[in-house]
């Protein structure tokens, strides 16, 4: 078992910055790919973005240029630096693992945390 806890959420104004932290214990070295995804009020789930063991990373078109994500492995720890806040980034983040390759909706993947609530304010 994988347990993710991650912290960082909170309220911003647009333009302003957040960092997202997640971090990992337990059998992670089962774990291939970490990311973070996002669900607003009446939309689907979502992929920010990923970032596997050997250091790739995707990103989804709306963040890109604004999200940065990256790993702290002596920390077991998947960061999500975000700049550029807009109002339309507002959602519940949550990171999630899997031993085989992030899905676009979160469908299948294998563990999860409880997330946490960005806000951002126009």
């Known amino acids: 078992q994988v347990q993710l806890v991650e912290s960082g959420g909170g309220l911003v104004q647009a333009g302003g910055s957040l960092r997202l932290s997640c971090a990992a214990s337990?059998?992670?070295?089962?774990?291939?790919?970490m990311g973070w995804y996002r669900q607003a009020a009446g939309t689907e789930r979502e992929l920010v973005a990923g970032?596997?063991?050997?250091?790739?990373?995707n990103y989804a078109d709306s963040v890109k240029g604004r999200f940065t994500i990256s790993r702290d492995n002596a920390k077991n720890t998947v960061y999500l630096q975000m700049n550029s806040l807009k109002p339309e980034d507002t959602a519940f983040y949550s990171c999630?693992?899997?031993?085989?390759?992030?899905?676009?909706?979160?469908?299948?993947?294998?563990?999860w945390g409880k997330g946490t609530l960005v806000t951002v304010s126009s």
């Open positions: 970032i596997t063991t050997d250091g790739k990373r």
């Open positions: 999630a693992a899997g031993v085989s390759a992030l899905t676009p909706d979160g469908v299948g993947m294998d563990y």
């Open positions: 337990g059998s992670i070295f089962s774990i291939n790919a």
